[in-house]
Nanobody, 115 residues
Framework: QVQLVESGGGLVQAGGSLKLTCSVS????????MGWYRQAPGKQRELVAT???????NYADSVKGRFTISRTTNWRTIFLQMNSLKPEDTAVYYC?????????WGQGTQVTVSS
């Protein structure tokens, strides 16, 4: 099993930036896919961005050009740099780890963007 710890959420004005961090411990693999999902009140959880290995990245259309996902060389920590934030980015952001039969979630971190 793996454990995920997230940090970096908060309150920011529209147009501002935040950086989220997620670290994985336990029986994790460098071949895993890690990423960020978000859930706004009354909405379903949706993909924000994922990274597989160090170079294969996937972004939701709504965040392309504004958000950047990256991974440390020891592959156990990912970051989500969020720029040009909009009020519609307000949500709880969850870190996710996937590898074979393992699909684990972090506890979530609140991101609130004020207009």
């Amino acid at each position: 099993q793996v454990q995920l710890v997230e940090s970096g959420g908060g309150l920011v004005q529209a147009g501002g930036s935040l950086k989220l961090t997620c670290s994985v411990s336990g029986s994790a693999s460098s071949l895993s896919t890690m990423g960020w999902y978000r859930q706004a009140p009354g909405k379903q959880r949706e993909l924000v961005a994922t990274v597989t290995g160090h170079t294969t990245r996937n972004y939701a259309d709504s965040v392309k050009g504004r958000f950047t996902i990256s991974r440390t060389t020891n592959w156990r920590t990912i970051f989500l740099q969020m720029n040009s934030l909009k009020p519609e980015d307000t949500a709880v952001y969850y870190c996710n780890y996937k590898r074979l039969t393992i699909d684990s979630w972090g506890q979530g971190t609140q991101v609130t963007v004020s207009s």
